[in-house]
């Protein structure tokens, strides 16, 4: 499985941005998807994951009402949409698909066997 993720970048405070990772195969079609999110010195973090139905989200408290994950199953695509960024938000944003097929919904990275490069997102005060 191949990810490759993009969309981040320099933006000021309450602005949005719109993430996209793109991945290979049938991957979001039959594997949870997730961001995770590494801030410099910091431990990569859970941001919002989707269930491979595409029925179910969940969310980090941090980020719930401003963020939301999606996905586009013919383009194999999940997105993450920002609103409301503050500074905190900061960092390196990596998508990532879950180590097996059809499996529940996870906020833990160990679940996620597959990494996309990661994308900056840097929140100017």
């Known amino acids: 499985v191949q990810l490759q993720a993009s969309g981040g970048g320099l933006v000021q405070a309450g602005g949005s941005l719109r993430l996209s990772c793109v991945a290979s195969?049938?991957?979001?079609?039959?594997?949870?998807m997730a961001w995770f999110r590494q801030a410099p010195g910091k431990e990569r973090k859970f941001v919002a994951t989707?269930?491979?139905?595409?029925?179910?989200?969940h969310y980090a408290a941090s980020v719930k009402g401003r963020f939301t994950i999606s996905r586009d199953i013919r383009e194999n695509t999940v997105y993450l949409q920002m609103n409301g960024l503050t500074p905190d938000d900061t960092a390196v944003y990596y998508c990532?698909?879950?180590?097996?097929?059809?499996?529940?919904?996870?906020?833990?990275?160990?679940?996620?066997?597959?990494w996309g490069q990661g994308t900056q997102v840097t929140v100017s005060s």
């Open positions: 990532a698909a879950a180590r097996r097929k059809f499996w529940v919904i996870s906020t833990l990275a160990a679940d996620f066997g597959s």
């Open positions: 195969e049938d991957t979001v079609s039959s594997n949870t």
């Open positions: 989707i269930a491979w139905t595409g029925a179910v989200t």
